[in-house]
Antibody, heavy 118, light 110 residues
Framework: EVKLVESGGGLVQPGRSLKLSCAVS????????MGWVRQAPGKGLEWIGE????????NYTPSLKDKFTISRDNAQNTLYLQMSKLGSEDTAIYYC???????????WGQGASVTVSS | DIVLTQSPALAVSLGQRATISCRAS??????????MHWYQQKPGQQPKLLIY???TLASGIPARFSGSGSGTDFTLTINPVQADDIATYYC?????????FGGGTKLELK
């Protein structure tokens, strides 16, 4: 069974940083691009970015490029999202997703909730 | 960025056909590939891939779901609608980066 499990979410103060993890199982992590998508409360889906199999290519949506960093550890079957300079506009559920081809998400985690508030 | 436009809501009766539309601000097709995909999201759950490349059913998705379209106009059809299909449906393009999603269409019971 394909499983993606996000962790590391929670309440964080404005201006601070937070790192999310996504542990995967049930498929060969090394064979897939992986991505992050977020959803603000009551809103639609926003693609954050993606990383290729060996981390040599990382793409971001331009508006988030300077504050978010995607990485992966193939030995640990884990994807990461480092978020910095967080503001209230970053309050959202953050989903990790497997990409069957770049920018096509065929499996999703259950999401990690991030709330930015003082 | 490519903007995808969906109607916010659609009311349908159980057992009837539901047609959800998505219009792109520019073509999302390359040669014979139509790079438009559809996701279903139920309240409190993660999105689920339903259809990719406009018309190919994802694994495990029932045949009452179908997709069509090319260029800038795409359609997701559910026929017949079942109670379990009440959800929000998003289109998404992968023609160019960043991939973008439509605003979602909430399928409601009439």
């Amino acid at each position: 069974e394909v499983k993606l499990v996000e962790s590391g979410g929670g309440l964080v103060q404005p201006g601070r940083s937070l790192k999310l993890s996504c542990a995967v199982s049930g498929f060969n992590f090394n064979d897939y691009w992986m991505g992050w998508v977020r959803q603000a409360p009551g809103k639609g889906l926003e693609w954050i970015g993606e990383i290729n199999k060996d981390s040599s290519t990382i793409n971001y949506t331009p508006s988030l490029k300077d504050k978010f960093t995607i990485s992966r550890d193939n030995a640990q079957n884990t994807l990461y999202l480092q978020m910095s300079k967080l503001g209230s506009e970053d309050t959202a559920i953050y989903y990790c997703a497997r990409e069957t081809t770049p920018m096509l998400m065929d499996a999703w985690g259950q999401g990690a909730s991030v709330t930015v508030s003082s | 960025d490519i903007v995808l436009t969906q109607s916010p809501a659609l009311a349908v009766s159980l057992g009837q056909r539901a047609t959800i539309s998505c219009r792109a601000s520019q073509s999302v097709s390359i040669s014979r590939y139509n790079l438009m995909h559809w996701y279903q999201q139920k309240p409190g759950q993660q999105p689920k891939l339903l259809i990719y490349r406009a018309s190919t059913l994802a694994s495990g998705i029932p045949a009452r779901f179908s997709g069509s379209g090319s260029g800038t106009d795409f359609t997701l059809t559910i026929n017949p609608v079942q109670a379990d299909d009440i959800a929000t449906y998003y289109c998404q393009q992968s023609r160019e980066s960043p991939p973008t999603f439509g605003g979602g269409t909430k399928l409601e019971l009439k």
